[in-house]
């Protein structure tokens, strides 16, 4: 294994979040987010990180990589590596509030889309907002629209298109979900002070829009 290993996308895009790796912690189990206790030996989410940033499991990887060729720069494995075990333990934190919804996080990111933009969206549209495949926004659309949260206008001048809006009950769910989600996900980040999460956000920012631009090129 090496730092940079991560969760795998499914569904064929970023949006459809990343996968629980096998033998990582589980902070929706004993992270306090969820009102559960924390599992024996297990940090939950948030705490207080003093003293264990050099010490996460990324940190041990490195060290040994380190051991194994001396002379190796593991310095972007210690950025990418940290970014993709981030990833994997919010995701396997399960979204608490989405998960008493009955959604999953790439239904909710579809059904915020819909809300966020304020204006019908085709399947196409739907799957660049989300950073989704074609087919896994069709699957979910499907699945929405039999739960009466989504519903499908067709083109008046091309019948292959559809047009997706929300049902007034769809947009009642998110607006009721959004405030407590978000509750959730400061409850994550509580163990970093506001200027620290300021500093990460723009940072990540950054990185982001980099690797935007410039996807093509290093998938090359």
């Not at 040994?64 to 990418?80: F, N, R, S």
């Not at 204006?119 to 039999?146: D, I, M, N, W, Y």
């Not at 809006?165 to 163990?191: C, F, H, K, N, W």
Request: hydrophobic share 35%; net charge negative; aromatic share 2%.
């Amino acid at each position: 294994m090496t730092a940079t290993e991560g969760p795998s996308p499914h569904g064929g895009g970023p949006g459809d979040g990343p996968q629980p790796t096998t033998g990582t912690a589980h902070p929706g189990a004993g992270g306090g987010l969820d009102g559960e206790p924390a599992a024996a030996g297990q940090e939950p989410v948030g705490a207080d990180p003093a003293g264990q940033r050099q010490g996460d499991t990324v940190a041990a990887v490195v060290r040994q990589w380190q051991a194994v060729h001396p002379g190796l720069d593991t310095g972007p494995m210690e950025i990418i590596g940290r970014i993709n075990r981030c990833a994997a333990l919010l995701q396997q934190a399960e979204d608490a509030p989405l998960r008493r919804a009955g959604l999953s996080r790439p239904e909710f990111d579809l059904l915020g889309a819909l809300r966020r933009t304020g204006h019908e969206l085709t399947p196409g549209e739907l799957a660049r907002e989300t950073f989704s495949s074609g087919a896994a926004v069709t699957k979910r659309v499907k699945q929405l629209t039999e739960r009466g949260l989504v519903e499908r206008r067709g083109d008046t001048r091309d019948r292959r298109v559809a047009h997706l809006r929300l049902t007034d009950a769809g947009r009642e769910l998110v607006d009721g979900i959004l405030p407590a989600q978000l509750a959730y996900e400061t409850a994550a980040l509580s163990g970093l002070d506001g200027p620290e999460q300021g500093e990460l956000a723009s940072l990540l920012g950054e990185l982001l829009a980099q690797l935007e631009g410039r996807l093509g090129t290093l998938r090359g």
